[in-house]
């Protein structure tokens, strides 16, 4: 599957020689585009909403570094902000004023987050989250979704989405049936199950965990009345209700699905957009739950470079340019024109398709009925789905490798990007 990529040889040799010294050429699953063929471009550079791979081919980004870059590649206040801090240290083994200041604006943009902790990655954010929520509640089991991703800690493994559902692995070897065994799974959307569940092992679950707009089976939207459910049956048992916005947070709207939605989660993670590329992650919520977190409670946790400042300052100065509408408004106008133009242009090649959007993330998947859960997500049309995204990246768009991610756009994006993304899409269905 190396070989045919002409206008990419030097990525493909590139991936000869990564593929000697990294497990599959990577240092994620997705990025080596096993499940849609072909060899990734090895990137070199980028800027605002392009990205340029080693044979010199230029892409518009609709991947974003999985959702992060809100801003595009390079954007001029990040890019100081992040030079500034370079002159005056990268890592202070202390605390910093800027790990307030990222404190702050996230309970500014997210009241629910009234006391955070910083850290280095979404995985690290769920699980400390689950670990706080354990401890909190004296129980043990915890409620995941099946196809929701949160990270790769081994408790959260289970039928996650992400690169666990692109590489059909069902959760990963090495994860013990104890530890798996403290983890139900059920679908998304499905309120009754969630009921059941709680019937029956209730007092013993400390908490659900839940991407409340997942984007790693691809998105798909809760229901009305999803969310609330899950809100009202842990207040009912006493369990922790820990909404994963690592994803949706400042995504799709400045305060997150919980401000779409009106819930108040007890623990919020986050990450991606908040480090404004470089790698940071946080959990918060609740004063009383966060307060129980060491050196103010007996919750353990820590980290060597947590709140770093380079990546803290990236972050600060991202959702700095997000307290206006505007950006929100103006990717809500750009993700309904490619929402638009890819229902016309599978509607003119006689081909089902669903497109689950909000805001600015978006994932078509080729079939006939609704996708609401994991199970739906999977009836897409595979081998389509790898057409299409083989005649994106011929056509210059870098489009996420797997049915099962999201697609973003950023505030750097324009209407001619977007009906150039549309354009490829069409001779996709075509071609
Ligand atoms: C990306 C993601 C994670 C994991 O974050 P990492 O920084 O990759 O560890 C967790 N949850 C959700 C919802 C995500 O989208």
């Not at 129980?139 to 666990?164: M, N, P, Q, T």
């Not at 499905?190 to 997942?214: H, K, N, S, Y």
Request: charged fraction near 20%; charge should be negative; include cysteine.
């Amino acid at each position: 599957m190396l070989d045919g990529d002409p206008g990419r040889r030097l990525s493909t040799t590139a991936m000869r020689r990564a593929r000697q010294v990294l497990p599959g050429g990577v240092n994620s699953p997705v990025r080596s585009f096993r499940s849609v063929g072909g060899s990734p471009p090895f990137f070199t550079r980028a800027d605002g909403p392009w990205i340029e791979d080693l044979d010199q081919n230029r892409y518009i980004d609709m991947v974003l570094a999985y959702g992060p870059l809100i801003l595009g590649h390079l954007n001029p206040a990040v890019v100081q902000a992040i030079s500034r801090q370079l002159t005056r240290g990268e890592a202070m083994g202390g605390p910093t004023e800027l790990e307030v200041d990222l404190a702050e604006r996230i309970r500014d943009y997210m009241p629910s987050v009234e006391m955070v902790r910083l850290v280095n990655s979404g995985t690290e954010a769920t699980m400390s989250a689950v670990r706080l929520a354990r401890a909190a509640t004296g129980r043990e089991l915890i409620l995941k979704f099946a196809g929701c991703y949160h990270g790769h800690s081994d408790s959260l493994l289970a039928e996650a989405g992400s690169g666990v559902a692109t590489l059909s692995i069902p959760g990963s070897p090495g994860v013990t049936a104890g530890t798996v065994a403290d983890t139900l799974v059920a679908s998304f959307n499905d309120a009754a199950a969630v009921t059941d569940l709680f019937a029956r092992r209730g007092e013993q679950i400390a908490a659900v965990i839940v991407e409340p707009i997942p984007g790693n089976m691809g998105v798909v939207l809760p229901r009305s009345g999803f969310l609330e459910s899950l809100r009202q049956l842990t207040s009912d048992y006493g369990a922790i209700l820990i909404f994963d916005e690592v994803m949706s947070g400042f995504r799709v709207a400045r305060g997150g699905a919980q401000s779409l939605y009106s819930i108040r989660p007890d623990l919020t993670c986050l990450g991606k957009i908040i480090g404004g590329g470089l790698p940071v992650g946080a959990f918060g919520g609740r004063a009383e739950l966060m307060s129980q977190m060491a050196p103010e409670g007996p919750v353990y946790q820590a980290g060597t470079l947590s709140g770093n400042p380079l990546a803290v300052a990236a972050g600060v100065a991202t959702l700095e340019q997000l307290s206006a509408d505007e950006p929100y408004l103006q990717m809500e106008r750009l993700g309904a024109r490619l929402e638009r133009g890819i229902r016309l242009s599978a509607a003119a090649a006689q081909t089902a398709v669903q497109v689950n959007r909000v805001a600015s993330m978006l994932t078509f998947f080729f079939c006939a009925d609704p996708v609401f859960d994991y199970r739906s997500a999977r009836q897409s049309d595979l081998a389509l789905f790898s057409k299409v995204h083989r005649a994106l990246l011929e056509g210059g768009v870098f489009w996420p490798p797997s049915q099962f991610e999201s697609s973003f756009l950023s505030v750097v994006h324009t209407e001619e990007l977007v009906d150039l993304v549309v354009e490829s899409f069409a001779r996709g269905l075509s071609g």
